[in-house]
C-alpha cells in the first residue's frame, strides 16, 4: 500500500536504528502486508459476486464467444471451428496442422491475425468451452455456453499430456521434464526445451526460433 504510494521508502529513510525505529518499521512492514491482503480478498469478492450474477470474468473474449451484457453467447461460425480443432487432434493431426488448414480455408483468430501453433494449443487446453471454468481462490466456478462436452475435453487433455510427456525426451537424448508442464509468466503459454551448442534452456511456444535468450 505505501510501497504503491511511494511513502515507504520515505518512511524508511527517516527510520534510525534505534529500538522505536525497528518498531515502526515493523509497523510499516505488516501495514503493507495488510493493505495488500485486502485488496486481494475485495477483488475476489467482486469475481466472485459477478460470477454469481452469471457474469463472464475477464476482458478478453474467447474465439467462439460474443459477449454480450457481460455474458459470454456463443458465435455459432467460430463455434463450428472450436469443434473442428478438438474434433481433428482427437483423429490424429498435429497442432501446426490443424492451425495450417485453418488458415488455408482463410480463418482467421478474433484480432484478424492467422492462427498460430500456440493459438490452437491455447484452445485445446481452455476448459471454459466446456462451460465451467474455476478461476482460482473462487468457490463458484464461471459458466458460459459450451461449445464441447466435458468428454471431449478430458479425452483431449489427456492425448495433450501423453504428447507432452514424449516430447520431454528431446531428439538430443538430454529429457526436459518441465516441457508442456512450465507455463510461460509473462503470457501463460507451455514452454518448451531445446538447445544450441550444449545450452539447454526452456522457451515460449509463441517463439518461432527459440534460443537461449528466449528462455
Excluded at 471454459?128 to 459450451?146: F, S
Amino acid at each position: 500500500y505505501y510501497a504503491s504510494r511511494g511513502l515507504g521508502d520515505v518512511y524508511k529513510r527517516q527510520i534510525t536504528d534505534s529500538p522505536e525505529g525497528i518498531l515502526i518499521e515493523g509497523l510499516l512492514e505488516s501495514m503493507d502486508e495488510y493493505f495488500s491482503r485486502e485488496l486481494s480478498r475485495k477483488c475476489k469478492r467482486g469475481i466472485r459476486e459477478s460470477i454469481i450474477k452469471g457474469h463472464n470474468f475477464g476482458g478478453r473474449v474467447l474465439y467462439g464467444y460474443d459477449r454480450k451484457d457481460k455474458r459470454f453467447v456463443i458465435n455459432e461460425e467460430q463455434a463450428v471451428n472450436v469443434r473442428r480443432i478438438f474434433k481433428s487432434y482427437l483423429s490424429g493431426c498435429t497442432i501446426q496442422s490443424i492451425a495450417d488448414q485453418l488458415n488455408a480455408d482463410g480463418y482467421r483468430t478474433n484480432y484478424g491475425n492467422e492462427f498460430k501453433r500456440y493459438t490452437v494449443s491455447d484452445i485445446l487446453h481452455n476448459d471454459k468451452y466446456t462451460g465451467i471454468h474455476y478461476i482460482d481462490g473462487i468457490e463458484e466456478p464461471e459458466t458460459c455456453p459450451a461449445i464441447i462436452s466435458q468428454t471431449t475435453f478430458e479425452r483431449v487433455k489427456e492425448k495433450l499430456n501423453q504428447s507432452a510427456h514424449r516430447s520431454r525426451e528431446h531428439t538430443t537424448g538430454h529429457t526436459y521434464a518441465l516441457s508442456g508442464l512450465l507455463q510461460c509468466g509473462v503470457c501463460g503459454r507451455y514452454v518448451c526445451g531445446s538447445s544450441v551448442e550444449r545450452k539447454y534452456f526452456y522457451y515460449c511456444l509463441l517463439y518461432t526460433s527459440p534460443s537461449p535468450r528466449d528462455a
